[in-house]
């Protein structure tokens, strides 16, 4: 199974800013995607982050509030922009390789707080 | 579309006894299913799969699930349950097909406490 990362790990924010999340895993990759779980929550998926092309949004997501990037098949960023409370969660990436996808292995997670 | 049911939002079970965490699905076609467990202030932990075969399948940590198509359902047993057990435990399908893209639909979540 890939190793993935994720910083930061928490952070408490300020509303109106943005934040920056990045994951990298430390082998390639096919898909990446990021997901959110709301404070005692299920995962809700925000987005297929796809290499090369404009990420893949799910419905109740939109690019201006998650830009989403992902330059190379190891590393992604999503940033949570203009931010207020309502954003508090944690933010995680996970990963599905080669053709047989059937497994996504899971960062360990952003915990956003907004203040 | 797909989706997941968890009954359970929360499962209480002694240490020593067997322990089952229920899953129930929808899909179009044939699922694939997976289990995942979250400790606290951890990410998510893959635990085991059923993608065709065998309806038992085993996992880490001593979990097994089976599937059984006519009840859709996909429940997480294991024989013994251990305190560390303890924890958030997700079922996730996806369709076989590519349809769906290789999206995973998860469930709300069952805790499992395990006690002395």
């Known amino acids: 199974s890939a190793v993935i990362s994720q910083k930061p790990s928490r952070d408490i924010c300020q509303r109106g800013t943005s934040l920056t999340i990045q994951c990298q895993v430390d082998?390639?990759?096919?898909?990446m995607f990021w997901y959110r779980q709301q404070p005692g929550q299920s995962l809700t998926l925000i987005a297929t982050?796809?290499?090369?092309?404009?990420?893949?949004?799910e419905s109740g997501f939109v690019i201006d509030k998650f830009p989403i990037s992902r330059p190379n098949l190891t590393f992604s960023t999503l940033t949570v922009s203009n931010m207020s409370p309502e954003d508090s969660s944690i933010y995680l990436c996970?990963?599905?390789?080669?053709?047989?996808?059937?497994?996504?292995?899971f960062g360990p997670g952003t915990r956003l707080t907004v203040t | 579309a797909q989706s997941v049911a968890q009954p359970e939002d929360q499962v209480n079970v002694a240490e020593g006894n067997p322990l089952t965490v229920k899953c129930t699905y929808s899909v179009s076609g044939n699922p694939y299913l997976f289990w995942y467990v979250q400790y606290p202030n951890r990410g998510l932990q893959f635990l085991l799969k059923?993608?065709?075969?065998?309806?038992l399948v085993k996992g880490s940590y001593g979990f097994e699930a089976e599937f059984n198509k006519s009840q859709t359902s996909f429940h997480l047993k294991k024989p013994s349950a251990l305190v560390s057990d303890s924890a958030l435990y997700f079922c996730?399908?996806?369709?076989?097909?590519?349809?769906?893209?290789?999206?995973?639909?998860f469930g709300t979540g069952t805790q499992l406490k395990v006690e002395l």
């Open positions: 059923y993608i065709t075969g065998d309806n």
């Open positions: 082998s390639q990759v096919t898909m």
């Open positions: 982050a796809n290499q090369g092309s404009e990420a893949t949004y």
């Open positions: 996730a399908v996806r369709s076989a097909g590519t349809g769906g893209g290789n999206k995973l639909t």
């Open positions: 996970s990963v599905a390789s080669g053709q047989v996808t059937y497994e996504q292995y």
